[in-house]
């Protein structure tokens, strides 16, 4: 864990020196009881990087839901300009997960790590630095929490809007 939030560390203070970047948030994830905060960077002359905060939380069934997660796309932009555009990459995230049976007698609580890799496409629009962002991917999730059956394919879609400087 130590060495993932490093990584993400020098990546964020290595993209203090970038050009373009932008920070956006997909506030239509609410709805389905999912949060996620991105970060993007010019990486080079036609790529960015973009890193997320994931949150997680919702009910099935008699359980509880709760995840906190780090994610990160590397984006290779057709337009030559990283960060507006096309954008296409490959995708990996973290979640932590912890699920409480809402029982209540003797309810128990299961933790563990999901692993998703995958890919996703999207396009951003600059209008006078407020960025909107669609995009879709999937993502094939290893991981198992005792006592829920999780893990597999998911798709992957949102509209993220925000700031881009």
């Not at 994830?29 to 790529?47: I, M, P």
């Not at 912890?98 to 999207?122: H, N, Q, R, V, Y």
């Not at 407020?130 to 597999?152: D, N, Q």
Request: aromatic share 20%; no cysteine.
């Amino acid at each position: 864990m130590k060495k993932i939030v490093f990584l993400f560390l020098l990546l964020f203070s290595a993209s203090t020196f970038a050009q373009s970047k932008a920070i956006t948030v997909n506030p239509i994830g609410l709805f389905w009881g999912a949060l996620n905060v991105q970060y993007e960077f010019r990486y080079d002359v036609d790529n960015s990087i973009a890193l997320r905060a994931n949150f997680v939380g919702y009910d099935i069934g008699s359980f509880s839901n709760s995840a906190f997660g780090l994610g990160g796309t590397l984006r290779w932009y057709h337009s030559r300009k990283p960060v507006v555009g096309l954008w296409y990459g490959p995708s990996a995230d973290i979640l932590f997960w912890t699920a409480k049976e809402k029982s209540l007698i003797a309810p128990d609580t299961f933790t563990s790590s999901f692993l998703g890799l995958g890919g996703d496409i999207g396009y951003k629009w600059n209008f006078n630095q407020f960025a909107v962002e669609i995009y879709g991917g999937l993502r094939y999730y290893f991981g198992e929490i005792t006592g829920l059956s999780f893990g597999g394919a998911s798709l992957i879609a949102g509209l993220n809007l925000g700031y881009i400087w």
